[in-house]
């Protein structure tokens, strides 16, 4: 293993040199006073671990941890510390372990041990020319392959996961950190918060490793912008495929019914993110547009059968759409269906009733009216 030792006291530095070569073969390949990543890059490229002080004049380890692993994903990162509170920290960060100073060699042997498992444990990433599929709809999955299972991302944190879905809706646009920050930390101090802010965006570049080229996420000096190389996106891909279907006919219909089947759920459905809710709504009006365009063509074309599915898959989705229970209602009316008519009007009235809508007069009116024609009276 090959790693650099960051600490501003040339002391610490020679100590911890010392500590290290007596129980390992670790390559010590530069101890620096100062890390400046730009001017470094090349170094940190190549090799495999930091010693990482994370109290420097001028400098936030926590903050500096995470730029690392902008330019070397793959980075082992011990952070060293002569305060308690730091240690702590580090260990929320999931650092692959923390030392406090002065590094006794029972505790870095034990911090090495564990470092060459997990860096041996370590999951190659995904090759380049495999495809990369994120889907949104319904809840967070990824696939490498059209036929390939569906995989969930195990994220380290809740807030992990929001900020990476946060970036990944806002993609190629810079999210600002003081907008981060009120999105995911709203009554928090804004040191704490920043601090956290690093410690989620660590998380985040550990997470992504995994999938190698395919994302990465770029630091500015005023916050952050994932990047992505050769990657799905399931909506995107859905909103593009409606784009591209041509006027809607008998010969066309199965085209348009395979594309709106792309759509397996509402847009983060199995999350509660207020900012993911325009983007929701979008999407399911679209669908909506194009459900009603089927289904209708197939009431238009005395196919009421097939019609039904498409106004039960409308009413499945939104259930408050009184539109489609109306259809429904009318086609079971059309068939002699009269206990269909009063269980589709009764589960209308309770999915509006939830919403504290009532039934419109219209359609109470013609409800009332086919019940005065096909009811008997007692």
């Known amino acids: 293993m090959r790693a650099i030792l960051v600490d501003d006291e040339p002391l610490a530095l020679d100590f911890l040199e010392h500590q290290i070569n007596k129980i390992s073969n670790i390559v010590i390949v530069e101890k620096l006073t100062n890390l400046e990543i730009a001017e470094r890059e090349k170094l940190l490229q190549n090799i495999d671990l930091v010693f990482l002080d994370i109290e420097m004049p001028g400098k936030n380890g926590l903050e500096l941890a995470e ?6 994903k793959n980075l082992a990162i011990v952070f060293v510390t002569a305060f308690h509170e730091y240690a702590v920290q580090a260990f929320e960060l999931n650092a692959l372990d923390y030392v406090l100073k002065p590094a006794q060699t029972d505790r870095l042997q034990k911090t090495i041990t564990r470092i060459k498992t997990q860096l041996q444990d370590r999951s190659r990433p995904l090759a380049r020319e495999s495809k990369l599929q994120f889907n949104l709809f319904g809840k967070l999955t990824y696939n490498t392959s059209g036929n390939s299972p569906r995989k969930v991302i195990q994220w380290r944190t809740s807030k992990a996961q929001e900020c990476f879905l946060y970036l990944l809706h806002h993609q190629k646009k810079t999210a600002q950190k003081s907008e981060l920050i009120e999105l995911l930390w709203p009554d928090v101090d ?15 570049r550990k997470t992504l490793s995994h999938f190698g080229e395919h994302c990465s996420i770029k630091n500015t000096s005023e916050g952050y912008i994932l990047l992505l190389n050769d990657v799905h996106i399931d909506a995107v891909e859905w909103e593009e495929k409606l784009t591209s279907l041509p006027p809607l006919t008998q010969e066309t219909l199965t085209e348009y019914e395979a594309a709106l089947n792309f759509y397996t759920g509402a847009y983060l459905q ?9 983007e929701r709504y979008r999407l399911e009006q679209r669908w909506l547009q194009y459900a009603y365009m089927i289904a209708d063509h197939y009431n238009e074309h005395d196919n009421f059968e097939k019609a039904k599915n498409w106004y039960t898959k409308i009413c499945s989705y939104k259930a408050e759409d009184e539109r489609a229970h109306f259809q429904l209602m009318i086609g079971y009316a059309s068939f002699g269906a009269f206990s269909e008519v009063e269980r589709q009007y009764n589960q209308m009235k309770i999915a509006l009733a939830e919403l504290d809508l009532a039934v419109s007069p219209h359609v109470k009116k013609w409800y009332e009216q086919w019940r005065t024609e096909v009811v008997k009276p007692k």
Do not use: C, K
């Open 67 to 72: 730029q690392l692993l902008e330019v070397n």
């Open 190 to 204: 804004e040191q704490r918060a920043f601090s956290q802010l690093y410690t989620t965006i660590y998380h985040i």
């Open 270 to 278: 199995d999350y509660d993110y207020l900012w993911a809710e325009p």
